[in-house]
């Protein structure tokens, strides 16, 4: 990452620029112009600042409290299907795997089945299937350890529509989480929601999220190949996360991308047919959109006009073509004064 910052290099540059003019080198003009165009545009696509360490955000989640027990015996599962009547719950040093499985949660009320993964714990879905009974009765879902998902569809999650923006879906609140080739869809709230987290997604599609096919909150993430689709919000970004959304579409959703108070890449991605908005910022503390294309949304893309890397790329360029000028007038002066 390059550490220089702008006012570095303008300071820098103009230094260079005196040198040439008091010692009569135009050259030196130039090839002060051409360090400050591409150490500029170096100091704009560095990767995202980390998270700061430095900056406390009052999250408070709503979180189910920890069980007591499991009502599965076991700890490995291949080619069942599982009628779910109260908690499966791993424990600390314990490993529970799942594979080509069927999970079916059922109760006579919500979240009266759940999957809680603590704190120490292993979970493994492969090639499985995880869903409700039926629409009225919704199932929570909590990782606080390590979890691995691969190649499943999740379905039917609980999420409490008076704190949709803390509770629901997915819920992640663990530095060591993978999903791929997996489906999220038809949550009461959010499809996924990340607090605190580091989470790698691949090859995954989420849809029809009633609020947010995902939310993130002080977590890193970075999300590769997925499909976001038919959602209230595609993504909700905020709470100084650092999210990489690349290869991805965006589509058919209320709201698009929402994002503040953050880091984010946005790097080809397609975004269409989203309604209020492709992409939403404010406040950010980086941002870089390349490579991304735009069809029959509402707004493509929203945001404060004066960001600091929108600045300093309009200073780049307006710079660049000013002291390319100067240069080539002092250089033609001093040609014909010998």
């Known amino acids: 990452m390059v550490e220089a910052s702008p006012e570095l290099i303008t300071v820098l540059m103009f230094g260079a620029i005196l040198v040439g003019i008091l010692l009569g080198y135009p050259l030196a003009i130039v090839i002060a112009f051409l360090i400050f165009f591409l150490a500029g545009e170096a100091y704009i696509f560095t990767d995202p600042i980390p998270i700061s360490t430095s900056t406390t955000y009052e999250i408070y989640p709503i979180t189910e409290p920890m069980p007591a027990a499991s009502v599965l015996v076991g700890s490995y599962f291949e080619g069942e299907t599982l009628f779910i009547n109260g908690t499966v719950f791993v424990d600390a040093g314990q490993r529970l795997e799942f594979r080509n499985s069927t999970l079916v949660f059922f109760g006579n009320a919500d979240k009266d089945s759940s999957i809680w993964a603590s704190i120490g714990s292993e979970l493994i879905l492969d090639s499985c299937t995880l869903r409700s009974s039926s629409e009225s009765i919704t199932y929570s879902f909590e990782i606080y350890g390590m979890a691995r998902i691969n190649d499943c569809e999740i379905s039917g999650m609980w999420g409490d529509l008076e704190h949709e923006n803390f ?172």
């Open 167 to 338: 509770d629901g879906g997915v819920e992640i609140y663990s530095s060591d989480v993978v999903i791929t080739n997996t489906i999220i869809r038809d949550a009461r709230t959010n499809g996924l929601m990340a607090v605190n987290s580091t989470v790698t997604i691949s090859n995954c599609t989420f849809a029809n999220a009633d609020d947010d096919a995902m939310e993130i909150k002080h977590s890193v993430m970075r999300i590769d190949n997925c499909t976001i689709t038919e959602s209230g919000w595609a993504m909700v970004i905020d709470e100084g996360a650092n999210v990489t959304l690349i290869n991805s579409v965006v589509s058919e959703n209320s709201h698009g991308i929402a994002v503040q108070d953050s880091s984010m890449i946005l790097r080809n991605n397609t975004f269409s047919n989203n309604r209020n908005y492709a992409v939403d910022y404010e406040d950010m503390d980086y941002i870089l959109m390349e490579g991304n294309t735009y069809s029959s949304n509402t707004v493509d893309i929203e945001g404060p006009s004066g960001n600091s890397y929108t600045i300093l790329c309009n200073v780049i360029t307006i710079m660049s073509a000013v002291f390319c000028i100067l240069a080539i007038l002092y250089s033609h002066k001093a040609t014909n004064n010998t």
